[in-house]
T-cell receptor, first 110, second 115 residues
Framework: GQQVMQIPQYQHVQEGEDFTTYCNSS?????IQWYKQRPGGHPVFLIQ?????EVKKQKRLTFQFGEAKKNSSLHITATQTTDVGTYFC??????????FGSGTKLNVKP | ETGVTQTPRHLVMGMTNKKSLKCEQH?????MYWYKQSAKKPLELMFV???????ENNSVPSRFSPECPNSSHLFLHLHTLQPEDSALYLC??????????????FGPGTRLTVL
């Protein structure tokens, strides 16, 4: 069935190290979104990728959408303690139906 | 903060109780969602409403009953729940133009505990 796989489940890094989370779908996505959920908070939208091979940057965050529109990644350069939280991808297959990945929980040690 | 409010924020109920969760969005969106978030399944879509019409029911047990009287309000009626239904229930809305029509805005959630 349609689902989005996300790895890793957890990532512990030292402050200043890089971090990457990956999402994969078995079928082509219309678009993919990324969300961040801080501990005790709710998911907050980060970005949407629509085009094949698209790359977008937000300060230290780099988002990529694969050429086949089946995979995506979020890379954080030089992590900071403020980056702590769970990062979710959400793949869209049809109108108003998104499948969220299981999330990657990032812990950053100061 | 996000324009989506949920009440109550915390709820403890027995298995024989009937309660309702309320969600309200002040963003002028046309789509609203219920999600269940637990340790086992981080973000599980339950129901989707589009212009007050239910367009998605993700095989949710009948002890969860949604209601969408208008595009701004969404309810989740609960009855005879099980302890495994304890979770964070998140409401979301979408349909604005910025940053995209697909962007989902989440409420703070209701932390539900079933005894």
């Amino acid at each position: 069935g349609q689902q989005v796989m996300q790895i890793p489940q957890y990532q512990h890094v030292q402050e200043g190290e890089d971090f990457t989370t990956y999402c994969n779908s078995s079928t082509t996505l219309s678009n993919i979104q990324w969300y961040k959920q801080r501990p005790g908070g709710h998911p907050v939208f980060l970005i949407q990728l629509v085009k094949s091979g698209e790359v977008k940057k937000q300060k230290r965050l780099t988002f990529q959408f694969g050429e086949a529109k089946k995979n995506s990644s979020l890379h954080i350069t030089a992590t900071q303690t403020t980056d702590v939280g769970t990062y979710f991808c959400a793949g869209r297959y049809n109108f108003n139906k998104f499948y969220f990945g299981s999330g990657t929980k990032l812990n950053v040690k100061p | 903060e996000t324009g989506v409010t949920q009440t109550p924020r915390h709820l403890v109920m027995g298995m024989t109780n009937k309660k309702s969760l309320k969600c309200e969005q002040h963003l002028g969106h046309n789509a609203m969602y219920w999600y269940k978030q637990s340790a086992k399944k981080p973000l599980e879509l339950m129901f989707v409403y589009n212009f007050k019409e239910q367009t998605e029911n993700n095989s949710v047990p009948s002890r969860f009953s949604p209601e969408c009287p208008n595009s701004s309000h969404l309810f989740l009626h609960l009855h005879t729940l099980q302890p495994e239904d304890s979770a964070l229930y998140l409401c979301a809305s979408s349909g604005g133009s910025e940053p995209s029509v697909d962007t989902q805005y989440f409420g703070p959630g209701t932390r539900l505990t079933v005894l």
